[in-house]
């Protein structure tokens, strides 16, 4: 059986490894020189700030950098996935080989499907390493700044404050704060959840907590009875209540996460037992897009770069094509950065805020994919 201009579907899959041959040195090569810009531009440079400035020995350092490393690489998938998708059309059209194809009556919109799979499956382990590995280095490394290299001497106010506690690896409470002041022992907009089961079956509200005579007492607030559909009903009101939790207001600052180094899942699970507080949840909304967003550009900057390259019918070298990855990936992240911007402000939703720059550079890399074919 023929089909396609003669073309048969073992030809199709030759085609199909000939294209993802094109494009994985590549990608290779982009994940390395970008992380290496990177690496260069700012981790060597705290790195050797910290050692000369400060005293901080290698081994610190040494981990520092390790534990930031994930980081970045994860920041580089996307760009990649452009250079490789850009340098590898670039490199199919100056051998004649996209003209060969098309000649053969297989459209361009065929000879980017392996990119398009290449991608989405870029995109899916971008995700995954950004769910399981970035936030666990991420609190790795900010604690080892904080109590290795600064010696404790971070800064007393804390936003956002996440708390788990458990025992026996069971979860018995989630502690919410959204203001914590460790010098005057100061809690704001205060929010405790207990469980019972691995069920959440009682949460307490308070304007603040105070740290007094080595206790915690949460003031004016409100006890809710949560049952096993999920329905909450108020149980009592109280002006002052003794909070079970034996941790003093540094071995809290030791304990707990910053929203930024929470997985998606786990930003989500915050932001919905937050909000009943009431607090303005925006900046924490577009975080919690923008970690959903920002792996899927993968697949726009694959078919951006692919198209690209393509039209430019290799009129541009490998130099060249790392000058427009470049350029390309600086207009997307400006573009995000506008949109973070308004949706932090409240001046857009926060979905629209994350997800628009991958929008619009969706239309743009459609347009060029499809003025390949004409």
């Not at 989405?120 to 970035?134: H, K, M, P, Y």
Request: contains cysteine; proline residues 3%; positive net charge.
């Amino acid at each position: 059986m023929r089909i396609s201009g003669g073309l048969s579907p073992l030809g199709l899959h030759i085609l199909d490894r000939l294209v993802l041959k094109a494009v994985a040195g590549p990608f290779v090569f982009g994940v390395l020189i970008f992380t290496l810009i990177f690496v260069a531009g700012d981790l060597l440079f705290q790195a050797a700030r910290l050692i000369i400035e400060q005293g901080v020995s290698l081994g610190v350092v040494t981990r520092l950098f390790l534990y930031r490393l994930p980081e970045v690489v994860a920041m580089t998938f996307p760009m990649s996935s452009l250079l490789s998708a850009l340098l590898g059309m670039t490199g199919l059209a100056a051998g004649s080989e996209l003209i060969a194809l098309k000649s053969l009556g297989i459209p361009f919109s065929r000879v980017l499907r392996p990119i398009v799979v290449a991608s989405l499956l870029v995109s899916l382990g971008t995700l995954a390493f950004n769910e399981t590995v970035v936030p666990f280095t991420s609190i790795a490394a900010d604690r080892l700044l904080k109590y290795e290299v600064m010696k404790n001497q971070a800064a007393a106010l804390q936003e956002k404050v996440f708390l788990r506690d458990e025992s026996g690896g069971e979860l018995r409470r989630v502690l919410y704060v959204n203001q914590m002041d460790t010098r005057k022992g100061i809690l704001k907009d205060v929010m405790v959840h207990e469980f019972e089961g691995g069920r959440l079956v009682r949460t307490s509200v308070a304007q603040q907590g105070v740290w007094k005579d080595g206790q915690w007492w949460i003031e004016d607030g409100r006890v809710y009875d949560v049952n096993s559909r999920g329905d909450i009903n108020l149980l009592f009101r109280f002006e002052r209540q003794r909070l079970a939790l034996n941790l003093s207001p540094e071995q809290i600052q030791r304990s707990t996460r910053r929203p930024v180094d929470m997985s998606a899942h786990e930003l989500w699970a915050y932001i919905r037992q937050a909000s009943m507080i009431g607090s303005d949840l925006s900046k924490l909304w577009v975080m919690f897009h923008l970690k959903l967003a920002v792996p899927w550009a993968c697949v726009i900057m694959a078919v951006l770069g692919a198209g690209f390259g393509a039209s430019r019918q290799g009129r541009s070298g490998s130099g060249m094509g790392f000058g427009i990855s470049v350029v390309i990936v600086f207009a997307y992240y400006v573009v995000m950065s506008m949109c973070r911007a308004l949706g932090e402000a409240g001046a857009i939703w926060p979905s629209l805020a994350a997800w628009a720059p991958n929008l619009v550079f969706m239309i743009v890399a459609v347009f060029f994919a499809r003025r390949v074919d004409r």
